[in-house]
């Protein structure tokens, strides 16, 4: 795991980066958003064509940041720039992909059931591949989580998953899944460079395969002349996914996988349908049950058990 850096130790900025359990609240917190934004234009944008003017729009956007970043780093993103593109590549562009495509065919009990299987997922690939334990506690910390997001998912009833069938959209909504899961993985391979040096090539390399699939699968890159004639909407939608959890939660998560390492990040995931859910009720008008209330009590008490059992295992002698 690539040790933090010990220079980002000035400015607001510089000491938010060191505080791993908030980056990893704020991440999934845009990522739920994501998925709020993503429902809000269901029919009115294409999902290759959403995901390649998030991935654009937010280089543009992270590139004048990163610059200086970039400047001082060049020697390191000229000898790894195709493993950093790969990043985004992997990590940011397939996995919204996938998951956009999903949404079109499958549920959202479905799609939040898939996405909580992330931490199960990250943990078992972890001990195959690094062989990297797990102890028992975290193991069960993590069920809890997962138990109270199938809560959420569920609309307090469980029982609903004996009547799942699995269909194109589940099948490209864990394919989204495991693609993250292997750009998490990944992420201990990261070269030693200040977060926004990294944030500005991956981002550079998901802008570029967006494009790619947008000529190649989404009917060409004309079809960004249709958003002049978008819905307010759209746009709002588009600025959403470019910036919040795109360059936001990218560095917040990149920042705590670094600082915390994989298996103790990955429960976090368990809050994006808990943060899905509250922008569902804020911003799409749908109703909070007492449900939420105990699934979110139940998410959060099996990371806190996951993360504690974490830091015990850790602090045993050898």
């Known amino acids: 795991m690539t040790k933090p850096q010990t220079n980002e130790n000035r400015g607001i900025f510089a000491r938010l980066l060191d505080q791993p359990y908030l980056l990893l ?41 990163a610059w200086p970043y970039l400047r001082a780093d060049w020697a390191v993103v000229r000898r790894h ?25 499958t ?19 972890n001990f195959i591949i690094f062989r990297v334990r797990a102890n028992g506690l975290q193991i069960f910390g993590v069920l809890a989580a997962i138990f109270g997001v199938l809560l959420t998912a569920t609309h307090g009833n469980p029982a ?3 009547t799942f069938d699995l269909n194109i959209g589940d099948g490209l909504v864990i394919l989204a899944c495991l693609t993250y899961t292997a750009y998490t993985l990944a992420l201990r391979f990261r070269p030693p460079m200040h977060i926004m040096s990294f944030m500005g090539v991956s981002f550079a390399g998901a ?26 909407t759209v746009w ?56 939420h209330f105990l699934a979110a009590a139940i998410i959060i008490g099996g990371i806190v058990l996951a993360e504690w ?3 015990r ?6």
């Open 236 to 291: 709002a939608v588009i600025a959403y996914v470019a910036v919040f959890p795109s360059m936001f939660s990218q560095v917040a998560y990149a920042r705590g996988v670094e600082i915390l390492g994989a298996n103790r990040a990955a429960p976090s995931h368990n809050l994006i349908p808990v943060f899905g859910t509250l922008g569902s009720v804020l911003i799409l008008g749908e109703r909070l049950e007492a449900y």
């Open 25 to 65: 609240i704020a991440a999934p917190l845009f990522w739920g958003g994501n998925v709020v934004a993503a429902k809000m234009v269901v029919g009115q944008l294409d999902p290759i064509l959403l995901l390649a003017s998030r991935c654009l729009a937010a280089t543009l956007v992270i590139l004048p940041f």
């Open 160 to 162: 609903q998953l004996l």
């Open 309 to 311: 059992a974490a830091r």
């Open 313 to 318: 295992y850790r602090r045993q002698p050898a």
């Open 81 to 105: 720039w195709p493993l950093l593109m790969a990043y985004g590549a992997v990590g940011y562009a397939l996995f919204n992909v996938f998951l956009y495509m999903g949404l079109k065919t």
């Open 207 to 232: 802008a570029v395969t967006g494009l790619v699939m947008l000529a190649l699968f989404g009917g060409g890159l004309g079809q960004f002349a249709t958003l002049a004639e978008a819905p307010p």
């Open 107 to 125: 549920t959202g009990v479905n799609s939040a059931v898939e996405q909580a299987a992330l931490p199960m997922l990250i943990l078992g690939a």
